[in-house]
């Protein structure tokens, strides 16, 4: 790295920091990316001269709105909604909504930049976006949360729309939370349009999404270890979290012939040493989507499972495979360490921003194989993106029609990646990779359409 990169980043980020204190999450975002592009910026002085970078991380719009609702004992609770709209220079807002107690405005910055190179990664015309509260669906009845929901949208819905701002789900946003969502919206807007995705198949939803994240991740873990002769046949694969994105990831990489051998939840992971099958598999469904219930539980179905508390993060179980599915700055340098004394080839994260920056200079100093979320984990928005085209035609894709569809775009963004991402030595460095491509998509469309 130059002299002048050094001394770019440097100051850039001392000045986003004075612009925005204490939103750390929303900084290390930055960092990443900025570390990954300065590069292209100093090769390309133009991208400097328009100061590109300086419109990137300044979000076009930023909504920030009370949410009261009113619980089944009639006790009045307030929260609050976000929503930032980041950058729309090459499509409509395309971003999810998270439920959760951490939402702040930091996080839902971050997610909102990191979105917006996801989205243009997978070659569909998506800006970037993202949204939420710090509202806690767990423990609360349909009731209370169908009231939260409508609540949310009554305010939300005077910013969005199919040709303008689209959202999704996220953590703690699933198939109900978007039916509230939308049946509120449509109630609001009398429009059945398809401006949120994520829907019931049966009112507008596609083919595969709930499976989208979790099957893309595997599909791109394909890829990358392939570039060493090497499969999920045979792999012992450790996952975390136990939702939508992991359910799936473990599905598919237990149907690719992989044993998948932990769960977590934000109290603890399950380790099943004979993994999971397709009877399990399930279970977890249930428990995890019907039930509402925590992880732990499996241990009572399943009694050879072991049961680790406390927070505990399964990363030191012995694995070939690692596929990080729960939450930002899950996987630590401590994590890290262990992975590789263990002998993990290939890290792929499923959630967004997982692996701290320490723990990734650890894991590519081993040359282990190892993708950002905004590459690995974009199957959810693509075929949210295809969910879209499938609205706005008013027709219905089958299963493997999304499928091949989905395949074949994250094999799209594996080239791109590795375009990018390919060292001198041959050890593809799939941040710089990931980044630099979605970058200078993006950049290239801002120049495009001018000093907006």
């Not at 592009?37 to 300086?54: D, Q, R, S």
Request: proline share 4%; net charge negative; glycine share 12%.
């Amino acid at each position: 790295m130059s002299v002048f990169t050094e001394k770019y980043i440097k100051n850039f980020m001392a000045e986003l920091i004075a612009r925005n204190p204490g939103e750390t999450e929303f900084h290390q975002a930055v960092s990443e990316v900025l570390n990954s592009v300065a590069p292209c910026l100093e090769e390309y002085p133009f991208l400097l001269e328009h100061k590109i970078m300086e419109r990137m991380v300044e979000p076009e719009r930023v909504i920030m709105f009370r949410v009261p609702w009113t619980d089944d004992a009639g006790e009045i609770h307030i929260n609050r909604g976000f929503r930032v709209q980041m950058n729309s220079a090459i499509g409509p807002y395309k971003g999810g909504i998270r439920f959760h107690a951490s939402v702040n405005l930091s996080i839902m910055k971050f997610l909102a930049f990191e979105q917006t190179f996801k989205n243009a990664l997978t070659t569909l015309p998506m800006g970037g976006a993202k949204g939420g509260s710090d509202f806690n669906p767990r423990g609360k009845s349909d009731a209370e949360v169908m009231r939260f929901c409508q609540s949310f949208m009554t305010e939300l819905q005077r910013h969005i729309g199919q040709d303008t701002d689209v959202p999704a789900g996220d953590i703690g946003v699933g198939g109900r939370e978007i039916g509230f969502l939308f049946g509120q919206y449509k109630r609001i807007r009398d429009e059945f349009t398809g401006t949120l995705t994520g829907k019931g198949f049966a009112w507008g939803g596609s083919s595969l999404r709930p499976e989208a994240t979790g099957f893309g991740v595997c599909y791109f873990a394909q890829q990358m270890l392939a570039t060493r002769g090497e499969s999920f046949d045979g792999k012992t694969v450790v996952v975390s979290g136990a939702g939508n994105v992991a359910q799936y990831a473990a599905a598919k990489a237990m149907r690719l012939g992989a044993k998948v051998v932990t769960l977590s939840d934000s109290d603890g992971y399950i380790y099943d040493p004979d993994g999971l099958d397709e009877e399990k598999f399930a279970y977890v469904l249930q428990l995890k989507n019907v039930i509402r219930g925590r992880i732990k539980e499996y241990v009572k179905k399943y009694p050879k499972a072991e049961y680790h508390g406390d927070g505990a993060k399964p990363w030191g179980v012995k694995c070939d495979i690692a596929l990080p599915c729960a939450t930002q700055n899950e996987l630590d340098a401590e994590g890290a360490r262990k992975l590789i004394a263990n002998g993990c080839i290939c890290i792929t994260e499923g959630a967004n921003m997982p692996t701290t920056p320490e723990a990734i200079e650890l894991i590519q100093g081993a040359k282990l194989l190892y993708s950002p979320g905004k590459a690995s984990n974009a199957g959810g928005v693509a075929v949210s993106g295809l969910e879209m085209t499938q609205n706005s035609i008013r027709q219905k894709w089958t299963a493997e029609e999304v499928d091949g569809h989905l395949r074949r775009i994250m094999s799209d963004i594996h080239d791109a990646c590795t375009k990018y991402g390919t060292e001198e030595d041959g050890y593809v460095n799939y941040v710089k990779g990931a980044n630099t491509a979605g970058f200078l998509k993006v950049a290239g469309a801002m120049m495009d359409q001018g000093v907006v």
